[in-house]
């Protein structure tokens, strides 16, 4: 059965106004995320479970979300002739990888029809404008803390041009950018992209503007290059040695998602199977095209899954950095029992192996070119 309870419409739907949904899709969320923290503690569900319930639950609460802001900028600004807007999710929330602490990487991309100049409502606004508020009200909709408290943090980041482009993007520009513009970093990023809302059409077009981007036949010296220069400069901005840093100490979550990232795009030209979004279901699928050994396979497999099972946790239990000297005896217990271990030393010693064989596999599989 689902884990989750489906999140209904008509529990955010039915609410009388804007601010009223916004409320309860706070109460809804916490709720659900609630329930999803103590089944992982409870041992219930694995923590990698968790990832897709976390995710799932996010996807409702932004389709709802957007479909309420949607309804209420109508009111005022009526609608763009055949309009619509489509979010694309990003990071860990487009690898179905979300934790307890994860923020929101999204993208929008709207369209509308060829001949579409402005809304037509009481107050009608230029298309461009028209989306770019409707993208700050989501937003807010999403990241605003309301009586209810927070949902979600929100980072817009990724989008096309980044900081300095709009908020929203025309599908054209999106489909442009991804042709001529976008840097190697954001291809690497790109291949987590998961179309999560938005008119089957559009969605569609953002599918297949996304898979052809990731389907380019690459320079594979080019891009191992671009790689190890992008981790670099992450490895002297948060760089450590604290192997409870699984993220970012080396052999960690990054470099594991690089390599993943750095196989997708140098082969999906020729094997498009292996653009999927999660991490550990690249590496398999990386197995079965048979561009990655079985041995190896198998070890970014075990790390990927024992990395991200110690963060849930850890994103559970802990805001900030995780110190073993002074943690509880019963989270180190629990650390280990999720991790499968007989004690919180074994499994110490087990990170210590994988980290240094993902290290291993990170310096043959991008290869450093003379």
Not at 268 to 279: G, K, N, Q, W, Y
Request: charged letters at 20%; proline letters at 4%.
């Amino acid at each position: 059965g689902r884990m989750l309870r489906h999140v209904h419409d008509d529990e955010i739907g039915g609410a009388a106004d804007l601010q009223d949904k916004l409320d309860r899709a706070r109460i809804l969320g916490a709720e659900q995320a609630f329930i999803i923290g103590v089944r992982v503690l409870s041992g219930s569900i694995r923590a990698t479970e968790a990832g897709g319930a976390y995710s799932i639950l996010a996807e409702e609460l932004i389709s709802s979300l957007q479909a309420a802001v949607e309804t209420d900028f109508a009111l005022t600004h009526g609608e763009v002739p055949g309009g619509g807007a489509a979010i694309i999710a990003m990071g860990k929330l487009g690898g179905s990888e979300m934790t307890a602490a994860s923020d929101l990487d999204l993208i929008v991309v709207y369209d509308h029809a060829a001949n579409a100049i402005q809304s037509h409502g009481a107050r009608p606004l230029p298309v461009s404008q028209y989306y770019a508020r409707l993208t700050q009200r989501l937003i807010s909709a999403l990241a605003a803390p309301t009586a209810e408290g927070l949902l979600y943090e929100v980072d817009m980041r990724l989008r096309p041009s980044g900081q300095k482009g709009p908020v929203a993007t025309h599908l054209s520009s999106f489909v442009e950018y991804q042709a001529k513009d976008a840097w190697t970093w954001e291809h690497l990023a790109l291949t987590r992209a998961r179309v999560i809302t938005g008119p089957a059409g559009l969605r569609a077009k953002v599918e297949t503007a996304v898979r052809a981007t990731l389907s380019r036949q690459r320079v594979p010296a080019t891009i191992a290059g671009d790689v190890r220069r992008m981790r670099q400069l992450i490895a002297a901005e948060k760089g450590t040695t604290d192997i409870w840093d699984l993220k970012q100490v080396r052999g960690g979550l990054v470099d594991l998602e690089f390599i993943a990232q750095h196989l997708q795009l140098i082969h999906a030209a020729r094997h498009p199977e292996i653009l999927v979004t999660a991490t550990a279901t690249v590496f398999q699928r990386l197995e079965t095209a048979g561009l990655l050994a079985p041995a190896d396979a198998d070890l970014l497999q075990t790390a990927t899954r024992l990395f991200s099972d110690m963060t849930q946790i850890l994103r559970l239990c802990f805001e900030g950095p995780f110190a073993p000297a002074t943690a509880p005896e019963g989270l180190k217990r629990l650390l280990a029992r999720v991790g499968d271990m007989p004690d919180f030393n074994a499994l110490e010693g087990q990170i210590r192996h994988l980290l240094t064989e993902v290290s291993e596999r990170y310096e043959r599989l991008i290869p450093n070119s003379p």
